[in-house]
């Protein structure tokens, strides 16, 4: 999670000294810049988080213990050197390499530093995330030896016995609760009993504890587990503790906070039986409180004739009665989780999405279509072969307008775009049942969902090139105009749809170049 940058600054004359320390690596979270200063240099201002020293003059006078708090040094020098250093000089560095150091010494001795260093990071860390998740938690957290001592808690103990962390660490239940020594040695209401029962089980229990505070009495639900030292003897016990004193509150709060939803909504316990409904569900469907309480989710379902919608989790048509209104509800369920992490049950609410649904379905439906025509699109193409080729086999019928071009440059494109209208309604009508797409410009495809066989393949061809040139000769007056068609079958498993749609392409070319106005069925000869 952490990333560490750290600036090695080397103080010495051998340069050989930075090549071996950066051969050094304990960890792909440090990250380690190295900069080196001669002798001539070494009145340079120190900047370094890593400081290593190994010049014969003494150091600069800026490196004082003060500095040392904020960065790391190391002294490099002989032994009769080190002799004259004060016990307060030494106590400035984090490590002293006595010279002459060989290669190996040096690497030794730096991996040592910097696996110190992550050792304290690694310690910061996993304290930090324990200080964190516990602060997160809204119950009481305690952490106390098998003598009582509190040693860490969380905020929520905190706010709860009215005390800092300071003052609870190190302190026992007597002091931390308020209570009297006459009452503590009683051992009532001070959890004494229930410390000696997970030390005697070894094992995580819990307990209903009564405790008694400053304030009075309070109920808690607490999980209390053991904590083991290495060689398996107790150390203390961890404890999370819910108050539950106010629970029997907890029924007519939870009403008046569904009553305040702006959604329908109801709570159901882990067998799916509704518990309690809110007054808008109740309005919605016109049916009472009372009589949806008790029943099955299901059963509920039934009672306000609720149909799903095939294909779309989670959605339903509805009907008001108070409006006569067929709506599409949408429900969201989350479950309901106690302080210990278990289900006790799930909130269930309903939302309106009739209008987000027609939307939905428009712009669907606006992606997948041509706006001139209103057949389907290429990009629709390409998802309708993808996810029917398992299913069928396909027969693509390409169709290209002849001499469309003459009549946009002849009478303009508009009159052009009513006769692709026309081109399309004429498709329309003769393949009621098939998926039928404008790719673009005056080119047409019509997708034959199971393969049929090579004569029906050519009468279905010859059938619409017919019908094409009689429409346009005697109806629309554009003698010039006609369809050529080109053919591609899914005859073989392995052809992708990216090679299919090529073939019938290929195909269509090859009824271009012999005249127009005619069909060709795609064959291994073309390619």
């Known amino acids: 999670m952490y990333q560490c940058y750290y600036n090695v600054v080397v103080y010495s004359r051998d340069n050989q000294l930075i090549e071996i320390l950066s051969d050094v690596h304990v960890s792909e979270r440090f990250h380690l810049t190295y900069f080196l200063f001669t002798e001539e240099e070494q009145e340079n201002t120190i900047a370094g988080d890593i400081i290593i020293w190994d010049l014969e003059a003494q150091p600069v006078s800026s490196l004082d213990t003060q500095q040392s708090k904020d960065h790391i040094f190391v002294l490099c020098a002989e032994q009769a050197v080190l002799e004259q250093y004060s016990e307060k000089q030494m106590a400035v560095y984090a490590a002293v390499w006595q010279k002459p150091m060989t290669k190996v010494y040096v690497q030794y001795s730096y991996r040592k530093l910097l696996e110190k260093l992550l050792l304290e ?99 808690l639900k607490t999980y209390k587990s053991p904590i083991f030292a290495e060689n398996g003897e107790i150390l203390g016990t961890v404890g999370i503790a819910h108050d539950i004193t106010n629970l029997s509150n907890l029924y007519i709060e939870l009403n008046i906070m569904l009553d305040s939803l702006p959604f329908s909504a109801a709570l159901l316990n882990t067998e799916d039986v509704i518990q309690s409904v809110n007054k808008r569900l109740a309005g919605v469907f016109g049916i009472a409180k009372e009589k949806m309480t008790g029943t099955t989710f299901r059963e509920w379902e039934s009672m306000a004739s609720l149909q ?34 278990n289900v006790v049950g799930s909130l269930v609410m309903f939302r309106d999405v009739t209008l987000e649904q027609k939307v939905y379905e428009k712009t669907l439906l606006d992606a997948n279509t041509d706006y001139l025509t209103g057949l389907f699109n290429r990009r629709y193409l390409n998802e309708y072969i993808e996810n029917n080729r398992g299913k069928h086999r396909l027969t693509l019928l390409f169709l290209d307008v ?116 005619c069909i060709y069925i795609w064959d291994k000869r073309i390619s």
């Not at 930090?128 to 001592?149: A, C, H």
């Open 121 to 219: 990071k690694e310690y910061w860390l996993t304290k930090n995330y324990l200080d964190t998740t516990i602060d997160t938690i809204p119950d009481m957290i305690w952490y106390k030896d098998i003598n009582g001592v509190h040693w860490k808690v969380n905020d929520s103990f905190c706010k709860a016995v009215d005390k800092t962390k300071e003052q609870i660490t190190g302190r026992g239940h007597c002091y931390i609760w308020d209570l009297d020594m006459a009452e503590y040695k009683k051992g009532e209401y001070v959890c004494l009993e229930t410390d000696e029962t997970v030390q005697e089980k070894r094992e995580t229990c819990l307990f209903e504890e009564k405790v008694k505070c400053k304030d009075g009495m309070r109920l």
């Open 308 to 341: 799903a919608i095939e294909g779309i989790r989670k959605k339903y048509h509805a009907h008001m009665p108070a409006t006569g209104e067929d709506i599409i509800l949408e429900m969201l369920k989350e479950n309901l989780i106690d302080v210990f992490g």
């Open 402 to 517: 002849d001499n469309f071009k003459h009549v946009n440059d002849t009478y303009g494109h508009p009159v052009g775009d009513g006769v692709l209208i026309d081109i399309a309604n004429q498709l329309k009508k003769y393949f009621r049942e098939q998926k039928i797409f404008r790719l673009g410009g005056d080119e047409f495809l019509v997708v034959l969902p199971d393969l049929i066989d090579l004569k029906s393949v050519e009468r279905t061809g010859e059938e619409v090139r017919l019908l094409m040139e009689k429409r346009f000769r005697e109806d629309l007056n554009y003698p010039m105009l006609s369809v050529s068609i080109g053919v591609a079958r899914d005859t073989e498993e392995s052809i992708s749809p990216d090679d299919l749609l090529k073939r019938g392409d290929a195909a269509l070319y090859q009824a271009k170049q012999k005249g127009k106005n």
